[in-house]
């Protein structure tokens, strides 16, 4: 008896195995193309689903390891990646959450907490972080390796500023073409706030009053622009921005509210701007990123981000420090470079940009 159960046992399985065949077979003569990537992209985890692939703190500080561009003399620049902070904040306000302060699977670690690694990997007794792009932003980073040479870099950027030179650039991907080509804006933020002046919201001006500027109620804007490339279909476009300042989001301010063109995944300020009756306006809301507006999308742009309406926010906010310029820095003028990183470089190929400096 236990036989004949063994045997039937071993015919199902045989048989069960033949019908899978079967049906591989069949859906393999069936199904179409389109189909068949569909179910095969089911598979796949979307770049920007993995920003932060790290499963230790090893392998995150091996990663900036790997990602030094610049080590001589004590100076030391790193390409940083999208969602890190420069070191853990002293208050964490729980009860404080948006759309904007998540990296979807992302990790808490900071560059302070790789700091020990990089300095004993690279030859050094300590490092000090100096100067860091946001959170929310990927690229240099510039470290040194004691507090003198630390004074030497804040002292070559104050100097850009008597220069008059925009020693930062940053590369940015937006949700639409601008207007404009390239152009040069001499701009202020200020606050402004609401009737009951309980909220504010920043804004950017044309004209102001100089006693305003010495009371630091705003923030002078200084910035150039340049197209470097547009995507497939003109959905898209590439652009380098130096600027002035990065506080107060002053690019993500400047591409949605003067270019009319938000950045990619600014889920910020991405809905200054509306359109309506297929014309781009400014948001009737003076408070817009109070109400958690999403920002519209072109469907055939989700389409070739491989992403759906309702996966939209997984996009990460696209803006790249490209590169510093340190002018008299120990006798000499000096430019650190930092090249695209993911998930940024992966959304250039999809939407088939040109002419990209290395």
């Given amino acids: 008896m236990p036989s004949v159960i063994l045997k039937s046992r071993f015919l199902g399985s045989l048989y069960t195995c033949m019908v899978d065949k079967q049906c591989q077979k069949f859906l393999n003569r069936c199904l179409t193309g389109d189909v068949k990537y569909t179910l095969q992209k089911e598979k796949i985890i979307h770049p920007y689903s993995r920003l932060h692939p790290w ?45 904007y302060s998540i990296v979807p699977n992302g990790i808490d670690y900071t560059l302070d907490d790789s700091l020990p690694f990089l300095a004993k990997e690279l030859g ?7 100067k860091t792009p946001e959170k929310f932003m990927s690229g240099v980073t510039l470290l040194a390796a004691d507090e003198k ?10 100097r850009a500023i008597g220069l008059q030179l925009l020693n930062k650039t940053y590369w940015i991907v937006t949700l639409r073409v601008p207007n404009e080509i390239r152009g040069q804006e001499h701009l ?6 609401n009737r009951s002046e309980t909220k504010s919201t920043i804004v950017i001006k044309e004209k102001w009053s100089r006693n305003a500027e010495k009371r630091r109620k705003l923030k002078v804007l200084n ?21 002035s300042t990065t506080k107060w989001h002053a690019l993500r301010l ?6 009319y063109s938000p ?5 910020l300020y991405g809905s200054r701007i509306q359109n309506v009756a297929g014309k781009w306006l400014l948001s009737v809301c003076s408070f817009p990123e109070g109400n958690n507006n999403t920002t519209q999308m072109n469907s ?3 389409k070739i981000l491989q992403l759906t309406k309702t996966k939209q926010e997984l996009i990460p906010c696209h803006i790249h420090a490209r590169s510093v310029i340190l002018p008299k820095f120990k006798g000499k003028c000096l430019t650190l470079e930092a090249p695209l990183i993911s998930p940024f470089d992966w959304t250039c190929k999809q939407l088939k940009f040109k002419n990209i400096p290395m």
Avoid at 124 to 130: A, C, D, E, F, P
Avoid at 149 to 158: E, N, P, R, V, W
Avoid at 188 to 193: A, P, T
Avoid at 226 to 242: D, P
């Fill in 223 to 243: 910035i150039e622009f340049k197209i470097i490339s547009n995507s497939t279909n003109n959905l898209s476009s590439f652009i380098e921005i130096k600027s």
């Fill in 55 to 99: 499963k230790s703190r090893q392998s995150f500080s091996q990663y900036l390891l790997n990602n030094v561009i610049y080590n001589e003399d004590g100076l030391v620049a790193i390409n940083k990646p999208y969602g890190i902070s420069a070191k853990k904040p002293l208050i964490t306000n729980k009860n404080y959450s948006n759309t």
């Fill in 124 to 130: 050094y007794t300590k490092l000090i972080l100096v």
């Fill in 263 to 267: 950045i990619l995944g600014d889920n």
């Fill in 300 to 302: 055939e742009l989700l």
């Fill in 149 to 158: 040479l630390q004074d030497a870099i804040c002292t070559s950027y104050k």
């Fill in 188 to 193: 202020c933020m200020s606050k402004e706030f």
């Fill in 254 to 259: 400047f591409a949605s509210t003067r270019l």
